[in-house]
């Protein structure tokens, strides 16, 4: 695996908190150039603030394919091109799968599916034209084992988010060799994901067993510098997705 050296200009969705705002502090002291997207004005701008200059706010919901072309050509406008586009902002649900309504499933996949495929087709087209670029999406471990059933819709859209993401690896391997596509998948993060849940539910920040949104992040930083594809970002995780499928299903006799 080559190693990127150099700073980079880095788009990061999701950054007014959690894994979003500690992957920005963390980038921005090394000399990336970054462009913060979220919803919430205020708590992005605190984050751009402990960025420095170097760091570009762009308000915009990701679910919205008009307000994350018009990132992109912030991006470009500001830092004459982008290197990397990391889809980090996604949110959860707490509700049993036997009482999901049409609505439940409808806003998981908004968040956690359309809204990486808006990233996609607004960078595409930039990373094509310049023979390089890396897509970065954060999935969940989730995204690999239904563990967890009060967050099955939220399990499911991840499932689907991670089965696009290695069909557009596969493509982009023989269209646009340059442009690569990694998934990184967390467990549990000491973040606000629980409370912001789609009807609320048990604050991640209190389950045993979690990681801090830092060690995340510098696993991102990590499939940047190394252009990885594929990470967990927890020791042993990779086994324990192995062990969930060495048990499933038989073979007719
Ligand atoms: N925490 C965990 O336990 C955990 C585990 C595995 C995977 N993950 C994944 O990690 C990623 C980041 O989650 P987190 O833990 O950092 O959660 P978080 O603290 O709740 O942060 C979520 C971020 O996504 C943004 N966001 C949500 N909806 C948005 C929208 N429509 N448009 C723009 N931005 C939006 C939020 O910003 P605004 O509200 O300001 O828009 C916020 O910055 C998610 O994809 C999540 O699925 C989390």
Request: charged share 20%; proline share 5%; no cysteine.
């Given at each position: 695996m080559s190693e990127q050296t150099e700073a980079n200009v880095i788009l990061i969705t999701?950054?007014?908190?959690g894994i979003g705002a500690a992957l920005a502090r963390q980038l921005a002291p090394k000399g990336h150039r970054l462009v913060l997207v979220a919803r919430r004005a205020d708590r992005l701008a605190e984050v751009a603030a402990d960025c420095g200059d170097n760091a570009l706010a762009v308000v915009a919901d990701v679910t919205d394919q008009a307000q994350l072309d018009a990132a992109i050509a912030a991006a470009i406008a500001r830092?004459?091109?982008?290197d990397v586009w990391v889809s980090n902002a996604g949110q959860g649900i707490t509700r049993q799968p036997s009482q999901l309504t049409d609505s439940d499933l409808d806003a998981m996949v908004n968040i956690n599916v359309k809204a990486v495929w808006n990233g996609v087709r607004a960078a595409l087209p930039h990373f094509a034209e310049r023979g390089t670029g890396q897509f970065i999406h954060v999935s969940s471990m989730l995204g690999r084992v239904p563990f967890a059933p009060i967050r099955s819709a939220y399990v499911g859209a991840k499932h689907m988010m991670n089965a696009l993401t290695a069909s557009l690896r596969i493509e982009l391997a023989q269209s646009h060799p340059g442009v690569i596509v990694t998934l990184v998948s967390p467990g549990v993060?000491?973040?606000?994901f629980g409370s912001s849940a789609l009807h609320g539910g048990p604050?991640?920040?209190?389950?045993?067993?979690g990681q801090s949104a830092e060690e995340v992040a510098a696993v991102i930083e990590q499939a940047i510098l190394t252009r990885a594809t594929d990470l967990y970002t927890r020791a042993g995780a990779q086994a324990r997705v192995a062990g969930y499928y060495a048990t499933l299903g038989s073979d007719p006799a």
């Open positions: 999701g950054a007014s908190a830092f004459g091109h982008l993060v000491f973040t606000e604050d991640s920040r209190a389950f045993p067993d």
